[in-house]
């Protein structure tokens, strides 16, 4: 069975950082597109970062752009999100996702991916 388990989220003041991890069991660690998304109380959920396994160029909504960075360790079948200089606005719950197996690319809407981890919170305070 497949199971994504998040962790490293947390409280941290504005302008500094958190690694968000995302570790993997059950499955194929490859050829699937991974992201991470969130959501803000009130709020739709949204996409933040996607990158395919294997391939070179991550996209990143541009609320995050220069302060985000998706990467993967496949020996840990791990995902992480590097989240700097925070701000107020951060504030969520991260989710992160895999895709279907060699889909050869990420599509950025929530109905894409087959997998979901349970979510961790992120607060960032002004």
């Known amino acids: 069975q497949v199971q994504l388990v998040e962790s490293g989220g947390g409280s941290v003041q504005a302008g500094g950082s958190l690694r968000l991890s995302c570790a993997a069991s059950?499955?194929?660690?490859?050829?699937?597109?991974m992201g991470w998304f969130r959501q803000a109380p009130g709020t739709e959920r949204e996409g933040v970062a996607f990158?395919?396994?294997?391939?070179?160029?991550?996209y990143y909504a541009e609320s995050v752009k220069g302060r985000f960075t998706i990467s993967q360790d496949n020996p840990k079948k791990t995902i992480y999100l590097q989240m700097n200089s925070l701000k107020p606005e951060d504030t969520a719950i991260y989710y992160c996702?895999?895709?279907?197996?060699?889909?050869?690319?990420?599509?950025?809407?929530?109905?894409?991916?087959?997998?979901w981890g349970q979510g961790t919170q992120v607060t960032v305070s002004s």
């Open positions: 059950g499955y194929t660690f490859s050829n699937r597109c």
């Open positions: 990158k395919y396994m294997g391939g070179d160029t991550p």
């Open positions: 996702a895999l895709g279907p197996l060699y889909s050869g690319t990420c599509r950025y809407s929530q109905s894409f991916f087959s997998y």
